[in-house]
């Protein structure tokens, strides 16, 4: 028996299929109790498991915006009718940003497998995929802090990266690269010229503070209380410029 925990950490820091196949069965079910023996009903059941979390994620998916995705596995081994594409991956990489917990366990570059209900020997090790993040390679990065890698022999490899760096925060996609290695041609050497043109390029500007008064509006056959009434920003509203760009916003 393995926790959540481990198996997310897994999952996100040494792309465990296992695990990615676990959780999968274990939110189709509602982590409810499931057949574990190897029976055909039980491999029956399996694979409605794994359809009905495919079908989740394409929900999703389409609730984020993603327009050209399609999922039939939990793990992305490679499948004809299992897709995406660089924006839909950036939105999906974007979303799961947001999450704390995923945001927490993409900067780690090494986990370790708690003991189990069956296993209580040496510690088992694994180390990270995301090479931005390694200090010493090739592909390292300082302003990186995510997110996940993937490789098939048929997408190659491909990587949705994160980086932040001065208070601001960039998604990078690179798919169907060659190799991990080569300091010019590798997916980690694309991510760090995107993030580059990102940071150098690019600015956020914010117009408003929160809780400034943004108008004074008077109301119309108001009361003398309510007929003038203050306009305040409820959050913070910034835009992103090119560096350079003359800003003019209404």
Same mark, same amino acid.
């Given at each position: 028996q393995f926790s959540i925990k481990d198996l997310l950490n897994s999952l996100l820091i040494a792309s465990a299929n296992d695990s990615a196949f676990a959780l999968a069965e274990y939110v189709a079910n509602n982590g409810n109790n499931y057949a574990l023996d190897s029976s055909n009903d039980s491999k029956i059941a399996f694979q409605n498991s794994i359809q009905k979390?495919? @079908?989740?994620?394409?929900?999703?998916?389409?609730?984020?915006?993603?327009?050209?995705?399609?999922?039939?596995?939990?793990?992305? $081994? &490679?499948?004809?009718? &299992?897709?995406?594409?660089? &924006? @839909?991956?950036?939105?999906?990489?974007? %979303?799961?940003?947001?999450?704390? $917990? $995923?945001?927490?366990?993409?900067?780690?570059?090494?986990?370790?497998?708690?003991?189990?209900? $069956?296993?209580?020997?040496?510690?088992?090790? %694994?180390?990270?995929?995301?090479?931005?993040?390694?200090?010493g390679a090739s592909g390292y990065y300082q302003y990186a802090n995510g997110l996940k890698t993937g490789y098939t022999d048929a997408a190659k490899y491909c990587i949705i990266a994160s980086a932040q760096k001065n208070e601001r925060n960039l998604i990078a996609v690179v798919l169907h690269s060659e190799n991990t290695k080569d300091a010019e041609t590798s997916r980690e050497s694309d991510c760090k010229k995107l993030f580059e043109y990102g940071f150098n390029n690019f600015a956020s500007v914010k117009l408003v503070k929160a809780n400034d008064t943004v108008k004074n509006l008077f109301i119309l056959n108001g009361n003398k209380k309510s007929r003038n009434v203050k306009a305040i920003c409820k959050n913070d509203i910034s835009v992103l410029i090119q560096k350079g760009e003359a800003l003019d916003v209404t």
């Open positions: 979390f495919s @079908d989740l994620m394409n929900q999703k998916a389409k609730s984020l915006g993603c327009v050209n995705t399609n999922f039939v596995n939990p793990n992305g $081994i &490679h499948n004809d009718n &299992h897709y995406s594409t660089a &924006h @839909d991956l950036a939105l999906i990489g974007k %979303y799961s940003y947001n999450n704390s $917990i $995923i945001r927490n366990i993409v900067t780690k570059t090494s986990g370790e497998l708690d003991n189990t209900n $069956i296993y209580n020997g040496e510690k088992r090790v %694994y180390s990270l995929t995301n090479l931005l993040l390694k200090k």
